[in-house]
C-alpha cells in the first residue's frame, strides 16, 4: 500500500500519467523513487524536495534523518509551499533534526495557514487556544479553527465543539496534540 500511495505521489509530483507508469510504478522500490524525488528536489522542485524531507523524516527509501529532512523542507518552504512550511514548524515544534524553536514553528504554521492549509490552521489555533509561546487568545483560536473546520479538518470541529459547549478554550493542561 505504502509503495502504491508513494508511486502516485511521485506522479503527482513530476505531472506522470498513463497506463505505462501506473503499471510501473508500484513495482518501483522506495529508494529508486527517493532517488527520482532527489534528481528533481536538486534541480529546484519544491513538490520533490517537500517529498524528499518527508522521506528523510519517515525513513521511506533512505535512512531516517531528522536534520536531512529539515533541510529538505526548508528549501520547499523557502519557495512557499505550505506543506513544508507547515511540517518545518512541527520540526521545530517538537524539536526534530532542529533545536526547539516554538516562535518560527509559529512562524511557519502562519506562513502555511494563510495560504489555506487546514493542519496549520488548526495547529496555530491551538498555539493560541492553550497561549504556548503567543498570548493566549480565545477569539484567535476560534477565527483558525474555524478556517480549518470549514475544509472538514476534524481536530479543529472537535475543538470547536468543545469552545462552543463549555463557552472556555480547550484545557491548558491538555497536551498539543497534531
Not at 492553550?130 to 487568545?137: A, C, L, N, T, Y
Request: with cysteine.
Amino acid at each position: 500500500m505504502k509503495k502504491t500511495v508513494f508511486a502516485l505521489t511521485l506522479a503527482l509530483c513530476f505531472g506522470l500519467t498513463g497506463p505505462a507508469f501506473t503499471q510501473n510504478a508500484p513495482q518501483m522500490d522506495n529508494a529508486a523513487i527517493t532517488a527520482k524525488f532527489r534528481a528533481a528536489a536538486e534541480r529546484g522542485n519544491p513538490y520533490a524536495q517537500y517529498n524528499l524531507g518527508r522521506n528523510y523524516a519517515d525513513g521511506m527509501g533512505v535512512e531516517r534523518d531528522d536534520a536531512q529532512a529539515v533541510a529538505w523542507y526548508r528549501k520547499a518552504a523557502d519557495q512557499g509551499h505550505a506543506p513544508a512550511q507547515y511540517n518545518l514548524g512541527f520540526m521545530y515544534l517538537t524539536g526534530r533534526g532542529v533545536e526547539p524553536d516554538d516562535a518560527k514553528a509559529i512562524e511557519m504554521f502562519r506562513k502555511a495557514a494563510e495560504q489555506g492549509h487546514a493542519p496549520a490552521q488548526y495547529s496555530l489555533g491551538r498555539m493560541y487556544a492553550i497561549g504556548r509561546s503567543v498570548e493566549r487568545d480565545d477569539a484567535q483560536a476560534v477565527a483558525w479553527y474555524r478556517k480549518a473546520a470549514d475544509q472538514n479538518h476534524p481536530g479543529a470541529q472537535e475543538a470547536l465543539r468543545e469552545m462552543e459547549a463549555s463557552g472556555e478554550t480547550p484545557s491548558r493542561t491538555r497536551e498539543l496534540s497534531f
